[in-house]
């Protein structure tokens, strides 16, 4: 049984992980942008989940991050962690649901997103815990490109609270602004640099430095999207919330074109942050559907 002190500290250490992955989780969002494709109008018919031919696409896509006042995001995001460490001898795991609501896009393209935490749920070994009720709202404003300007918590107990949630502020803003300034096509590939995660103005971090490449065309859940690969090494600083070390990560991400959502994310972090010992991550997030949102009773079946 864990003594409840580093069941705390992991938890929160667990729900600050998915802030890690600039590029890649969706508390660090601004990182993945809209994708326009220059020149051509979209289709707006729905299309069946299918890999798109990128072999006769030659299109230039910019890539732009736009907000619309009123529109809401829902995702879950589920993570498993296999690590040395004792007290994570029994494997550990979270999974989240977050709503993501735009409410106000200024003169300037200033934005204000208002995120709340709808599931929160932990597991580390045999213990089990809803954070639901502990999780508090967070409200970010942004520049024109995506910056974080400030960030507000309200509400919140537990691992989530008081001190914790500057800690979960500092996340959110980290950021891997992997997006290239100019058009890029299908296989092109460019590096990036971002601040390492838990990094501040104190920490003297250096940057940490990725590579990108824009795969591909692919359907999902019948939304158009490009899917971008990132790879990134980074060390941690002590400011970190999972502790000092270093941190590699792959991820996949579907971004959708003409809307900019950040549609699917996937892949590994491998590391060795001293709350975590040598530790592999996986990392899955999905935009939540209506379709997804369907209960065996709403889905009729041949009789």
């Known amino acids: 049984m864990l003594r409840s002190d580093t069941f705390r500290s992991l938890t929160f250490a667990l729900f600050a992980l998915p802030a890690l992955l600039g590029g890649g989780i969706i508390l660090s969002q601004p990182a993945t942008a809209l994708v326009r494709q ?22 230039a896509y910019s890539l732009k991050r736009v907000y ?16 040395d460490k004792s007290e994570l001898s029994g494997g550990a795991a979270i ?20 995120m709340e935490f709808e599931e929160a749920n932990a ?45 979960t502020a500092m996340f959110i803003n980290t950021q891997a602004n992997y997006l290239p300034e100019k058009a890029i ?16 103005s104190k920490s003297n971090t250096p940057k940490a430095k990725g590579k990108a490449t824009l795969i591909g065309k692919e359907m999902f859940k019948g939304i158009e999207t490009l899917r971008i690969k990132t790879e990134a090494e980074a060390d941690l600083p002590k400011s970190n919330p999972a502790g000092a070390g270093k941190m590699k990560m792959m991820m996949m991400n579907l971004v959708e074109i003409g809307t900019g959502r950040p549609v699917k994310i996937e892949g590994t972090i491998s590391g060795n942050a001293s709350q975590f010992g040598n530790a592999t991550m996986e990392i899955k997030t999905e935009l939540v559907t209506d379709a997804d949102k369907k209960t065996p009773k709403d889905v009729k079946t041949k009789e």
């Open 38 to 59: 220059d020149d051509k109008k979209q289709d707006e018919k729905k299309l069946d989940d299918k890999k798109v031919d990128e072999k006769k696409d030659d299109t």
């Open 95 to 114: 999974s989240v649901v977050l709503l993501e609501k735009v409410t106000k896009v200024d003169n300037e393209g200033g934005v204000t997103l208002a």
């Open 185 to 200: 096509k299908i296989g092109d590939t460019w590096e990036y640099e971002f601040n390492a995660p838990g990094s501040d």
């Open 123 to 167: 597991k580390l070994g045999d213990n089990e815990l809803d954070m639901s009720s502990m999780m508090p709202k967070i409200t970010r404003t942004l520049d024109a490109k995506g910056n974080t300007l400030k960030i507000d918590s309200e509400g919140g107990s537990g691992p989530l609270s008081g001190t914790d949630n500057n800690q």
């Open 68 to 83: 619309t006042k009123g529109d809401k995001s829902r995702y879950k995001t589920t993570m498993t962690v296999k690590s």
